[in-house]
Structures are given as structure tokens and as C-alpha cells.
């Protein structure tokens, strides 16, 4: 079956310590993107990558790093400078051809710190 | 700056009314328009998108959502509302150039009285 997995489905961090959320999709699109969704909020845009090897900082980028080697997987790590990670974190991705340009999401990953 | 906006955080109906959940938007040109659905813990699931053409878009699950230029909203309805449709739902849309990332709306949380 075609999807987008992420995982651990919870995390746990440390003071000063770095996480990394896995996020893989099968569906052969070429933009990912990762959202932070906090409790009574809509989701807020922290990366994203429009194509393999290019990424691109979003609206609170700060504290968060990402990697895009292939295709398939969009990494994201959320470093000790990122002072309050507790939130739910969903991962999407979508094609980029004109007029698809829908996005599919992931289960999600709840960070919860220690 | 561009934004969206779900005014209704809460709205509780029975189980067989009718549902018209709002969302209106703010941007420069038309956009690309969504609404998807999550579930507690969950990832999200779209229920149906505007790109161009008819302005009334049919989506899973009995949805149905109508786009109106002249008031930038996108408002959800459904005819007869199943009390598996308890769920928040959220608005979000997305520019047809640059970073096509999505923006949300806040959420609107559905109860569904038996």
C-alpha cells in the first residue's frame, strides 16, 4: 500500500538532548513538508523540500534541522536549541506537477519531553 | 498577510442536522482550498480540494464544500451528520507558485449529540 509512515509514534527527549523523527513515503512525490500541530492550534509549517537535496526553511524553523537525501525520506531533528518541542509533529508530502499539488499526511509523532 | 480563519472553535449538533462548518481566507489572488479532518491522535485525512472550475466540490464521507470569490470562504457542509463525523476539522490553503506549503485555519472542533 501506497503511504507515508513516520516514526516513533511517541518520543521522549531530554534537556539538551537532539531527537530525530523519521518520516517515508512510497507515493513517488517530490515535495515533502513538516508541520508542528500545539493543542487548540492549526498546524504550523517548520520545513519543507520541493525536490532531493534542496530544502527550505518555514515559518518556525528555529531549533529544528532537516535532511533530504532521497526521494523518500525527509528527516527532522529537533536540537536542545529548540526550547519548547512538546507538540505533535505530521509529516506530508505531495506531487509538484501543476493542479496536483495536494498533500497527504502521515500519522504523526507526539514529542513529549522528560 | 495571508491567513485563514475558522471562527467557530467549537459547534455541537445531532446526530441527522445539518452541518456548515465556515472558513474564510485571506489572500491576494485565489488560492488552492482544502479541508481535512482528524481524528484524536491522528494524522490528517482530506476530505476534498478547490483548484479552479465549479465552485461546489464534492467530497468523501456525504461532504460538499462551496467556494465564494466574492466573500474569500470555502465553507464545509454536510446534509445529515453521522455521529462518526465527531472529529476537528481544519481549512487550509496553498498558493499555486513558490513554496505551495499549506496554511491553516485553527480548527473547528465537531460534537455530535445522539
Known amino acids: 500500500d501506497g503511504g507515508i509512515t513516520q516514526s516513533p509514534k511517541y518520543l521522549f527527549r531530554k534537556e539538551g538532548q537532539n531527537v530525530t523523527l523519521s518520516c517515508e513515503q512510497n507515493?513517488?512525490?517530490?515535495?515533502m513538508y513538516w508541520y508542528r500541530q500545539d493543542p487548540g492550534q492549526g498546524l504550523r509549517l517548520i520545513y519543507y523540500?520541493?525536490?532531493?537535496?534542496?530544502?527550505q526553511k518555514g515559518d518556525i524553523a528555529e531549533g529544528y534541522s532537516v535532511s533530504r537525501e532521497k526521494k523518500e525520506s525527509f528527516p527532522l531533528t529537533v536540537t536542545s536549541a529548540q526550547k519548547n518541542p512538546t507538540a505533535f509533529y505530521l509529516c506530508?508530502?505531495?506531487?509538484?506537477?501543476?493542479?496536483?499539488?495536494?498533500?497527504?499526511f502521515g500519522p504523526g509523532t507526539r514529542l513529549l519531553v522528560l | 498577510a495571508q491567513s485563514v480563519t475558522q471562527p467557530d472553535i467549537h459547534i455541537t449538533v445531532s446526530e441527522g442536522a445539518s452541518l456548515e462548518l465556515r472558513c474564510n481566507y485571506s489572500?491576494?489572488?485565489?488560492?488552492?482550498l482544502f479541508w481535512y479532518v482528524q481524528s484524536p491522535g491522528q494524522g490528517l485525512q482530506l476530505l476534498l480540494k478547490?483548484?479552479?472550475?465549479?465552485?461546489l466540490v464534492q467530497g468523501i464521507k456525504g461532504f460538499e464544500a462551496e467556494f465564494k470569490r466574492s466573500q474569500s470562504s470555502f465553507n464545509l457542509r454536510k446534509p445529515s451528520v453521522h455521529w462518526s463525523d465527531a472529529a476537528e476539522y481544519f481549512c487550509?490553503?496553498?498558493?499555486?507558485?513558490?513554496?505551495?506549503?499549506?496554511?491553516f485555519g485553527s480548527g473547528t472542533r465537531l460534537q455530535v449529540q445522539p
Open positions: 489572500y491576494g489572488a485565489t488560492p488552492y
Open positions: 478547490y483548484f479552479s472550475g465549479d465552485t
Open positions: 506530508a508530502s505531495s506531487p509538484r506537477e501543476a493542479g496536483r499539488e495536494t498533500q497527504y
Open positions: 507515493l513517488n512525490h517530490d515535495a
Open positions: 487550509a490553503v496553498a498558493l499555486d507558485t513558490g513554496r505551495r506549503a499549506l496554511t
Open positions: 523540500s520541493q525536490i532531493v537535496n534542496d530544502f
